[in-house]
Nanobody, 127 residues
Framework: QVQLVESGGGLVQAGGSLRLSCAAS????????MGWFRQAPGKEREFVAA????????DYANSVKGRFTISRDNAKNTVYLQMNSLKPEDTAVYYC????????????????????WGQGTQVTVSS
């Protein structure tokens, strides 16, 4: 199992940047593919980005491609989401999640495919 704690959210003006962090506990963090998701009020949770356990592959939702960057530091048991050129429509609670398939080659985009979740961090982008 792995426990996840997000941080780094806040209020930012449109065009600004934030970096989210997700700290994980557990000895096998380096074998989990990790994902970031977000959920806006009244909307379903949606995929934002994912990264392979080795850090050698990433995937992004079209809505954030070119603006957001997912990365990880396995020595620190942490995954990051660098968010640039933020827009009001990026406003949501952001969650990190771990894919229970240790060492998987494939990156997944469905929330139901992730078993472990953090509590979320609020990101608000003002216009």
């Amino acid at each position: 199992q792995v426990q996840l704690v997000e941080s780094g959210g806040g209020l930012v003006q449109a065009g600004g940047s934030l970096r989210l962090s997700c700290a994980a506990s557990g000895r096998t963090f380096s074998r989990y593919n990790m994902g970031w998701f977000r959920q806006a009020p009244g909307k379903e949770r949606e995929f934002v980005a994912a990264i392979r356990w080795s850090g050698t592959r990433t995937d992004y939702a079209n809505s954030v491609k070119g603006r957001f960057t997912i990365s990880r530091d396995n020595a620190k048991n942490t995954v990051y989401l660098q968010m640039n050129s933020l827009k009001p429509e990026d406003t949501a609670v952001y969650y990190c999640a771990a894919d229970p398939s240790l060492g998987s080659y494939y990156l997944k985009a469905g929330p139901d495919e992730y078993d472990y979740w953090g509590q979320g961090t609020q990101v608000t982008v003002s216009s």
